[in-house]
């Protein structure tokens, strides 16, 4: 692969471990400080320290410009918002400093072999969640369409938000222990797996993974 990843950041730990990544990838490596920095068509990799508004706006510029770029953003502290924003501004994956080799070598490789990776969407901090049971949020846009959450022994569950059978708002029915059940016509539906416990439906609900890093909840649609 011809190419570049550019730093935004003067982390010396970053940097040398993301230009360990590029010399396994077969990469040249450049900083923010070089000149002159990198055509954008020469841009494989963007990797941005998070700290305002000057970095989300490389983000952000730096999509336009290259939409093909792999951009992996990092946190040198936790802050959920700005988190949020840099996802919002067009990284491909925010992480935190001492995961942001690992974060570029994964994203990288799915771009080599062609796989799409599956996309994450945050959804609050878990402690959020902790001391609420039962139906807990609905997320309204998402790839796949609106989905719905549940807390439920200790985990969070997320299903599709609509009824297979005709269309109404899962979350707006009665959840008994782990069985939602649709408000229009009485479907019955598990939300730990999706699967359908009393029709008029026919089929089950998709269900998709939520997983947990470093405090922080995500939704994995598909890829």
């Known amino acids: 692969m011809a190419?570049?990843?550019?730093?935004r950041t003067t982390d010396s730990l970053v940097v040398r471990r993301v230009a360990a990544v590029a010399v396994a990838v077969g990469l040249d490596?450049?900083?923010?400080?070089?000149?002159?920095?990198?055509?954008?068509?020469?841009?494989?990799g963007l990797v941005v320290e998070l700290g305002g508004e000057a970095s989300l706006e490389v983000i952000a510029d730096t999509r336009r410009a290259a939409p093909d770029c792999t951009i992996v953003a990092f946190l040198p502290r936790?802050?959920?918002e700005l988190w949020l924003r840099a996802e919002a501004a067009g990284a491909d994956v925010v992480t935190t400093r001492?995961?942001?080799?690992r974060a570029l070598a994964d994203t990288l490789a799915d771009r080599l072999s062609g796989r799409r990776r599956a996309r994450r969407i945050r959804l609050a901090p878990l402690a959020e969640f902790a001391g609420r049971l039962g139906y807990?949020?609905?997320?309204?846009e998402t790839p796949v369409g609106p989905i719905s959450l549940y807390h439920l022994d200790g985990a969070l569950w997320?299903?599709?938000?609509?009824c297979p059978h005709a269309g109404a708002s899962l979350c707006e029915g009665e959840l008994h222990g782990?069985?939602?059940?649709?408000?229009?016509?009485?479907?019955q539906f598990r939300v730990t797996d999706g699967a359908r416990v009393r029709g008029p439906a026919d089929v089950g609900v998709s269900t998709y993974p939520v997983l947990v890093e470093v405090?922080?909840?995500f939704v994995e649609m598909p890829g």
Not at 3 to 7: N, P, T
Not at 29 to 44: G, N, R, S, V
Not at 98 to 101: A, E, Q
């Open 136 to 140: 807990v949020g609905r997320v309204a």
């Open 178 to 187: 782990d069985v939602v059940t649709c408000p229009r016509h009485g479907s």
């Open 3 to 7: 190419g570049v990843i550019l730093l």
């Open 29 to 44: 490596m450049a900083t923010a400080i070089t000149t002159p920095l990198p055509e954008p068509a020469a841009l494989t």
């Open 158 to 162: 997320a299903i599709a938000d609509r």
């Open 98 to 101: 001492g995961r942001v080799d």
């Open 78 to 80: 936790p802050d959920s």
């Open 215 to 217: 405090g922080e909840a």
